[in-house]
Nanobody, 127 residues
């Protein structure tokens, strides 16, 4: 079992930056991939970024490519999402999700691939 807690959300202006954190607990093994998703009101949950459990393999959604960076600090069981040059369309609830894997390169890109979810943190970007 893995518990995930997101933090770092807030209200910012367009062009600002935020760093979200996803702290994991409940497991002594770190072979879990982590992905970030976001969901705006009335829209489906959207893949934002994913990172393999080794941290060596990463993927980004097209809308955030070049602006967002995902990283993980295994010693702290924490995954980060650095968000730069934020836009109003980046607003929404951001969730981190995890799944155990034996692959050092795998990460989930769809919601049904991830078993554990955090409660989310809200990001609001004003124009």
């Amino acid at each position: 079992q893995i518990q995930l807690v997101e933090s770092g959300g807030g209200t910012v202006q367009a062009g600002d930056s935020l760093r979200l954190s996803c702290a994991a607990s409940g497991s002594t093994e770190n072979n879990y991939a982590v992905s970030w998703f976001r969901q705006a009101p009335g829209k489906e949950r959207e893949f934002v970024a994913g990172v393999s459990w080794t941290g060596s393999n990463k993927k980004y959604g097209d809308s955030v490519l070049g602006r967002f960076t995902v990283s993980r600090e295994s010693a702290k069981n924490t995954v980060y999402l650095q968000m730069n040059n934020l836009k109003p369309e980046d607003s929404g609830a951001y969730y981190c999700a995890a799944a155990r894997t034996m692959s050092s390169r795998w990460y989930g890109v769809s919601t049904d691939e991830l078993s554990y979810w955090g409660q989310g943190t809200q990001v609001t970007v004003s124009s």
